[in-house]
C-alpha cells in the first residue's frame, strides 16, 4: 500500500474574512480550547495572523521526507473560503514552477455542472496545456449527479469521498477517496495524543486488511501552524511514522497512472 499525501487550502489571509463569519466562529473555538485546556493562551495569537496559510512551510516540511503532495485551491468563495481565485495564483506558481508538486480544484459548484466547469476554467488558466486536473471539493460536499460531472468535464481524479474503500472509476476519472482527514478525526478542543496516535495506526491496519493500494491523508495546510498544536503534532508524527515504515509516497496522478496500468 501506497501513501497520497493532500491538502485543501481553504485559507491565504485573515483580511479575505472581514466580512463572512470565520473570524468569529475561530475566535469562539479558540475561547472554548482555552476553558478546556486544549491549548493555551499564548498560543491563540497565531490563529489571527495576518498570514492563515502555511503552504510553504507545509511543502518544505513534506519536501524533507521526499513527499510530492497535491494542493487543492478554491476557485469560487463559499462557506468561508473568502480569497478570490487570483489571490491563489503566487502559490499556484510556487508549486508548479518551483517545486513540481500537483495543484488541484477545491470544488464548490458541486451540484451545478456549468459552475464547476468555470472553476475548472479558472483554476486551467493558471496551468499548462494539457494539465492533468483533479478535485476534491470543498466540506466535501457531492450529490448523485456530482461525480458524473466531473467525469463529464474531464477530470482526471476525484478525492471527495471519504471512507477506506477501493478506488473505482467513473468514465474515465478515478475516484479515490481519503483515507484519514484531520478536520473531524482530531478534537476542535482537547485530545489525549496517545489516543489519535492508535485511531491513525488502526485504520491504517484496516486500509491494509481490505488490500486498499493507496492510503489518503488529506491535511488543511492552515493547521501547520503551533497554534493548532494537536492538529500539526500528529501531522508530523505520523509522516514520520509513515517514513520510518518505508511507506511509499505517491501522486494522485501517479496512483492514477497504476490504476490505469496494474
Known sequence: MDVIVSHDVDHLYLSEHLTDTYIPGLLLRSIKGVVKGGISPGKLPGRFSSKLNRVKELRAFNKSF???????????????????????????????????????????????????????????????????????????????????FMSELG?????????????????????????????????????????IKQKSLRMLQEAEEKNLPYFVINFHDAYFNEAYPDYKNWYEWFIAYLHEKQYRFVNFLDAKNKLNNP
Open 66 to 148: 521526499g513527499i510530492k503532495e497535491t494542493y487543492f485551491f478554491g476557485m469560487r468563495k463559499g462557506l468561508n473560503l473568502s480569497y478570490h481565485y487570483t489571490a491563489a495564483k503566487p502559490y499556484i506558481e510556487f508549486l508548479l514552477k518551483e517545486e513540481g508538486v500537483l495543484v488541484g480544484l477545491h470544488g464548490m459548484g458541486y451540484n451545478n455542472k456549468e459552475l464547476l466547469k468555470e472553476e475548472k476554467e479558472r483554476l486551467e488558466s493558471f496551468l499548462p496545456a494539457g494539465y492533468q486536473l483533479g478535485i476534491r471539493n470543498h466540506y466535501l460536499r457531492k450529490d448523485k449527479n456530482t461525480l458524473h
Open 155 to 195: 477530470f482526471a481524479f476525484d478525492s471527495t469521498e471519504y471512507h477506506l474503500e477501493q478506488p473505482r472509476k467513473i468514465g474515465e476519472m478515478w475516484e479515490i477517496p481519503i483515507s484519514v482527514m484531520d478536520a473531524g478525526f482530531i478534537g476542535l478542543y482537547k485530545n489525549d495524543f496517545e489516543v
